[in-house]
């Protein structure tokens, strides 16, 4: 049973728009949420975290919200660029140890 | 990003050899991890080492022996591995407990044939 899920395997965005991915989690036990970027043959890349004390983190183009009664998380991004695009997956954790719990991946193409 | 190293980044073998993984994390970091992402599945954590202690071992097959002989440095060993066992393995490195990002190496893409 997936614990955290990215229910989109896909997404395609234009240029300069905003890019929005999704994810959800079951396990109200989760107080820390992370997104990773990854690129073909690389490992995963930290891009931004977001504490359950807070709903929303901001870093550059890069903004996580958080909504803990409904369970979901999301990372916007805005204005996409070609480079952004690669497989986002989301993490989740908690307790007091270090384990992170990961989703599928969203795969995000953005289109010149 | 060259902070966790892993080594070799491909390796094929044959269901009955012997071959290690490793990992080196130039970091400063405390806590160590092995993960497994197979294909069209999440990422998978598979052991948890902090200050060189084993603290997690999720479910793992005896099979998968890791070795943590101090915080800068992992070693998965690998012996009769099944076909299952094609996967790409991550390791990845924190500062230790609590909420702190992990960084992850680029892999070891594994072949069993």
């Known amino acids: 049973d997936q614990q955290v899920k990215q229910n989109s395997p896909s997404l395609s965005v234009q240029e300069g728009r905003i890019s929005i991915l999704n994810c959800d989690y079951t396990?109200?036990?989760?107080?820390?949420f992370l997104w990773y970027k990854k690129y073909p043959a690389e490992g995963p890349t930290f891009l931004i975290s977001i504490s359950s004390i807070k709903d929303k983190n901001e870093d550059g183009r890069f903004t996580v919200f958080l909504n803990k009664s409904a369970k979901h998380l999301s990372l916007h991004i805005v204005p996409s660029q070609p480079g952004d695009s690669a497989v986002y997956f989301c993490a989740a954790s908690g307790g007091a140890g270090n384990m992170l719990t990961f989703g599928g991946g969203t795969r995000l193409m953005v289109k010149p | 990003e060259t902070g966790v190293t892993q080594t070799p980044r491909h390796l094929v073998m044959g269901m009955t050899n012997k071959k290690s993984l490793k990992c080196e994390q130039h970091l400063g970091h405390n806590a160590m991890y092995w993960y497994k992402q197979s294909a069209k599945k999440p990422l998978e954590l598979m052991f948890v080492y902090n200050f060189k202690e084993q603290t997690e071992n999720n479910s793992v097959p005896s099979r998968f022996s890791p070795e943590c002989p101090n915080s800068s440095h992992l070693f998965l060993h690998l012996h009769t591995l099944q076909p299952e066992d094609s996967a790409l393995y991550l390791c990845?490195?924190?500062?230790?407990?609590?909420?702190?990002?992990?960084?992850f190496g680029d892999g070891t893409r594994l072949s069993i044939l």
């Open positions: 396990n109200s036990m989760f107080d820390y």
């Open positions: 990845a490195s924190s500062p230790g407990q609590g909420n702190q990002p992990q960084h």
